[in-house]
């Protein structure tokens, strides 16, 4: 958490807040959040005096994009960016400031101190780690159950792993990922190897409708997730399956059993996705 529906709601709420903005210069109170460059002065004074042209999403890294640099970041389980005036408190956990020349600040937060930050030349953020080897974007015209079915349809490991690992889908977390299979009614522990073409037809489409329906309402906050103007998601509330472990499938009644799969808590319902 965040996953995509959340970083793209931080990106569209970014592109309305921070877009024409030029930075005057930048506060680094956590070093270890800066991962390229190694040296957090150089890193302060490259950013300086650049206007921010666009911000954009690559599975659940925010690309925020300048004139001539590229700032990649991960917001891993709790990061937050935020808008501020300059003369407002400066929060516990604001490890990264960035000071704008209009005298607002764009804050980064992150409680469990586990986010990252890439700065690239532009264009060099593709061609390198952590962005070079991710894989389908489930949200572009390109993700199609065929292409789903060629990344993910010939590993012996359960569906649930094939979905989590981002070098083959990228952005779809646990709880997407909980959601989709049970909208499509696959066990998920399902090998990804024995799902068949029509399954993965309507496995494709489960994951596009549900990943839709969560960007259309914000997300989800399910522990701390907000937006870059502190708004909470609703799409915790459309949940079907994620979380209501011993409570009774919407479709058969059935109670919905927790496991581990992949080595994260898993929900399904027994009757509704059978293994097979």
């Given amino acids: 958490m965040p996953e995509l529906p959340e970083v793209e709601t931080i990106k569209r709420t970014l592109n309305e807040l921070i877009v024409d903005k030029h930075i005057d210069h930048v506060t680094v109170n956590l070093p270890r959040i800066i ?11 490259e950013l300086a005096d650049h206007r921010i042209t666009g ?7 925010l690309r925020i994009l300048l004139d001539g640099l590229v700032l990649v970041s991960h917001l891993r389980m709790e990061g937050r960016y935020g808008l501020y005036s300059q003369h407002d408190p400066v929060e516990k956990h604001t490890h990264v400031i960035f000071h704008f020349k209009d005298g607002t600040e764009l804050r980064y ?9 890439h700065l690239f030349p532009a264009g060099q953020d593709l061609l390198e780690k952590p962005l070079n080897k991710l ?7 390109a993700f199609t159950p065929e292409m789903l079915r060629a990344a993910v349809g ?17 952005g779809i977390g646990n709880i997407y990922v909980d959601e989709s299979l049970f909208k499509a009614g696959i066990h998920p522990a399902q ?8 399954q993965f037809h309507v496995l494709h489409e489960a994951i596009v409708s549900t990943l839709g329906a969560s960007i259309q309402v ?13 708004e909470t998601g609703d799409f915790q ?19 919905i059993e927790k496991s581990v799969v992949a080595g994260r808590g898993t929900h399904h319902c027994p009757v509704c996705q059978p293994l097979r």
């Fill in 191 to 198: 090998p990804a190897k024995s799902l068949t073409d029509s």
């Fill in 55 to 61: 911000v954009e999403r690559r599975g659940k890294f």
């Fill in 35 to 45: 991962q390229r460059p190694d040296d957090i002065q150089a890193f302060a004074m």
């Fill in 109 to 117: 937060q992150d409680v469990r101190q586990f986010g990252t930050m």
């Fill in 135 to 141: 894989g389908l974007e489930p949200m572009d015209e």
């Fill in 154 to 170: 010939t590993r012996s490991t359960s569906i649930k792993a094939a979905l989590l690992n981002q070098a083959y889908v990228v």
């Fill in 237 to 255: 509330h459309q949940l079907q399956i994620y979380g209501r472990n011993a409570k009774p499938c919407i479709n058969c009644g059935t109670l």
């Fill in 218 to 230: 914000g997300g989800s906050s399910i522990k701390s997730f907000v937006n870059g103007q502190g």
